[in-house]
């Protein structure tokens, strides 16, 4: 399956500890790939809170160029609330969790040749069995309490409260526990797709420098000095819905210089509109330059069903903020991209209406090895490894490199080729066998021999009577133009055209040992009733194009100035008098007079074709006519 990437150009540049553009950076590497199998554990606990299951839960570490598998030249980790190791065949191994925490990561490095690939996973402990344990302790307690203090009212009343303080904290544990997973920060990916809202750009940017970025990911970069008094430099996220009652966690990788602290804000409310908001702040502290996980854990009020999370700088300071993520619950959980379906609509996908509409400046298409095979840049030009026109029944075209080849429909070789050889430019030409007809290049024109073909001329014939158009239009004096227009009228006649066989010169030569020279240069290029040159040629008139409207309308006034209308109506009335001196010709050089009346008229329906006279078989001549809709049977129009 294909790969279908769609974005935006940029330029990418290395920037210095301050953030500042610095030299254009590196282009990007091959299709190497780091992959971990799983790459998400979930760890058990028995009924004492004790991981059992930690030896099982082995990922293989594997590296890929393209689709072949490699061996890194060195693998390395970094485990985050957890104890992990490389063993064995390039095993991850899990030796323990801290205590404590119930979900982290593994960040694992490969190098191969010099380029390092980062993969991550994940792991979760479920408390379950924990939790069961406690809750059967507290039952067995009550029931013991019960069995005891029956009469002694007091002490069941105290020993109840003790119970129902122990179900409240089990219950509080729990919820402390739980995560969601899903990151609910619109915006959150850095993208531009104009979701997010920043507070003095010239402060506040969003970059992707390589020598600064946290594992090449895109971040948010506050950096103001020397501002005199307080000032708001920052990002305001969109609003989004939560849910009143549920506690939320806000996660993301901070790189904070100096002893100022950005903070964040987050504002609750009970519309959508953020009135009457309630507020928290929280301080986020300096990292001192270097990368650090930050979170903070809130409360939703209940009643409070809308989010809005701001960030930013009082006044100086240098920040960067990346891998932002808000999230339902206690524990933060690797990052999730929270913008696919808004990146998906700006790339030009359009679910809701069923279509794709390309508006990013660059459109690429990678196969599943990896290998660019078109483009279409921004200024619409098409890149591709070739392209095929469709067949709508007259054949179609193939491009490749620097070679055209023309099919005809249902030929499997090309009738045509044009390309560029050893030689220079060449031109071909190809008859239904495959055989060369003749070569056109920088030795001239070269013929090849062929043999005898015969053509089927597969077009509306109108009258195989009249070889000349006069005889026609009298003969048929009051329906002549009808006839012409009236494809359920067309004769069912066959109508071949003869191509003469030829020597490897080009010259014709004779058809059979019964046939002279003269006698098939005679019949080349003539049309007959049947395949056979001594038979009847064929006179009468082809239809050879098809029945199209060519009504001269103006345009609706209401969108249009007087002078633009005025314009519009000499313009129509100058391609009127074209039609008409068209239709004059016609009637004099065959002096057709009244029997081919056509009224030119701006805003009449009028209709065009083209027809072909040929008498003994040779052309002698080919028209447009024109026809007032009265004499054109609309029901087979273009057939």
């Known amino acids: 399956m294909a790969e279908i990437i769609a974005q935006r150009t940029f330029t990418v540049r290395r920037a210095p500890k301050d953030g500042k553009p610095g030299e254009p950076g590196n282009k990007g590497e091959d299709a190497l790939t780091l ?5 998400t554990f979930v760890f058990q606990t028995n009924n004492k809170g004790v991981i059992e299951n930690l030896a099982q839960n082995k990922g293989k570490i594997r590296m890929f160029l393209g689709q072949t598998e490699v061996v890194p030249s060195s693998i390395e980790i970094t485990p985050y609330n957890c104890y992990a190791r490389i063993v064995g065949d390039n095993t991850l191994h899990f030796d323990g969790i801290s205590p404590n925490q119930w979900s982290g990561k593994v960040e694992i490095t490969a190098t191969y040749k010099g380029q390092t690939r980062t993969a991550i996973a994940e792991f979760m402990v479920s408390a379950q069995k924990w939790n069961e344990a406690k809750f059967l302790a507290n039952d067995q307690q009550f029931k013991s309490i019960i069995a005891q203090n029956k009469e002694d009212k007091q002490g069941m009343e105290r020993r109840m409260s003790t119970i129902e303080q122990n179900a409240v904290g089990i219950k509080l544990e729990v919820k402390k526990q739980t995560f969601g ?107 001192f330059g270097v990368w650090k996980q930050y979170t903070y854990t809130f409360d939703m009020e209940e009643g409070y069903n809308y989010l809005q999370i701001f960030i930013g700088l009082t006044r100086d300071g240098e920040a960067y903020m990346s891998e932002i993520q808000l999230e339902e619950g206690t524990k933060p959980t690797t990052w999730k991209d929270p913008d696919v379906v808004a990146s998906m609509q700006r790339a030009g996908l359009d679910i809701t209406l069923g279509r794709i509409l390309a508006t990013a400046d660059t459109f690429r298409i990678v196969n599943s090895k990896g290998e660019l095979t078109t483009v279409i840049d921004s200024n619409g030009q098409l890149v591709a490894g070739s392209l095929r026109t469709m067949d709508r029944g007259n054949g179609y075209m193939v491009i490749e490199g620097n070679q055209q080849s023309f099919y005809k429909s249902g030929i499997p070789h090309p009738m045509r080729w044009i390309g560029f050889t050893s030689e220079g430019w060449v031109e071909r030409m190809y008859d239904e066998t495959n055989a060369l007809i003749w070569e056109n290049g920088v030795n001239g024109q070269i013929f090849r021999q062929r043999p005898m073909w015969w053509e089927n001329i597969a077009t509306h014939v109108i009258t195989s009577e009249y070889g000349y158009l006069d005889i026609f239009f009298s ?108 239709v004059d010709e016609i009637r004099n050089q065959f002096s057709l007079h009244n029997t081919y009346n056509v009224d030119v008229q701006i805003g009449t329906p009028l209709y065009r074709t083209q027809i072909a006279v040929y008498n003994e078989g040779r052309l002698t001549g080919e028209y447009y006519l024109y026809a007032n809709a009265g004499n054109v049977n609309i029901n087979n129009l273009n057939k």
């Open 475 to 582: 003969a048929h004096y009051t329906d002549a133009v009808a006839r012409i227009f009236q494809s359920d009228r067309d004769e069912q006649t066959p109508v071949y055209k003869f191509h003469a066989p030829r020597d490897a010169r080009g010259n014709i030569k004779a058809l059979d040992l019964r046939t002279n020279i003269q006698e098939t240069r005679d019949a080349d290029g003539l049309l007959f009733r049947q395949k056979n040159i001594r038979q009847a040629k064929f006179s009468g008139i082809i239809r050879t194009d098809l029945i199209v409207p060519c009504t001269l309308t103006l345009s609706d006034g209401d969108h249009m100035t007087v002078e633009e209308r005025e314009q519009q109506r000499k313009a129509l009335e100058a391609a009127a008098r074209f039609i008409r001196g068209q």
């Open 35 to 39: 992959v971990v199998t799983p790459n």
């Open 181 to 287: 997973g899903v990151n609910l920060l619109k915006g959150a990916s850095l993208r531009p797709l104009n979701l997010l809202s920043l507070q003095r750009p010239q402060y506040v940017t969003i970059v992707n420098y390589p020598s600064v970025a946290h594992f090449n990911n895109t971040y948010l970069s506050i950096s103001r000095h020397g501002a005199t008094h307080d000032e708001w430099n920052g990002c305001k996220f969109p609003v989004i819905k939560a849910i009143g009652g549920r506690t939320y966690t806000l996660s993301m990788f901070t790189r904070i210089y100096g002893s100022e602290q950005p903070y964040i804000e987050v504002k609750r409310s009970r519309s959508k509109d953020m009135s009457a908001p309630k507020n928290s702040y929280s301080n986020i502290p300096s990292t």
